[in-house]
């Protein structure tokens, strides 16, 4: 499977290539039709499950990426959902503590979270990356 390129710099995955044109599937729209092939140019290095990949705005996969386990994506949820939250609070959730602070790290490296100070204690809130990757996840994005 290749990935093209048209004039314009729209990507397309390769389904098929015959003698004049190419049958491609617009990765951002899903859409497969025909082109011609003097229209389209292969893009070397780039790797088409990468490239299909890109339909997925990117907070959302951020926010796949960074949550492994349904405990750590219910944490992010309940982060957005309740707000910056103290550590302690959050330490009343079934995880261990070096879980807590293991996923709370891989968040903050993902841009998902970011410390603040809640009624004078350390805590966390989600970014506006994690939720507008979340609300994707959720079904509630802006169109």
Not at 13 to 26: A, I, P
Not at 58 to 69: C, I, K, N, S
Not at 80 to 88: E, K, N
Not at 105 to 125: H, K, P, Q
Request: charged share 30%; aromatic share 4%.
């Amino acid at each position: 499977m290749q990935v093209l390129e048209d004039g314009e710099g729209t990507r397309y995955v390769l389904l098929k290539r015959s003698g004049e044109s190419s049958l491609v599937r617009d990765v951002e729209t899903g859409e497969s039709r025909y082109l011609p092939n003097e229209e389209l140019s292969q893009v070397e290095g780039a790797s088409p499950l990468e490239t299909a990949a890109t339909a997925v705005p990117e907070p959302a996969r951020r926010v796949l990426r960074a949550t492994h386990t349904d405990p750590a994506l219910g944490l992010l949820l309940e982060l957005d959902a309740r707000g910056p939250t103290p550590v302690r609070a959050l330490l009343d959730y079934e995880m261990c503590e070096s879980d807590l602070h293991g996923t709370l790290a891989e968040f903050r490296a993902a841009g998902l979270v970011e410390e603040a100070t809640v009624y004078g204690e350390r805590g966390y809130a989600v970014t506006e990356t994690a939720r507008a990757g979340l609300a994707v996840l959720r079904g509630d994005a802006p169109e």
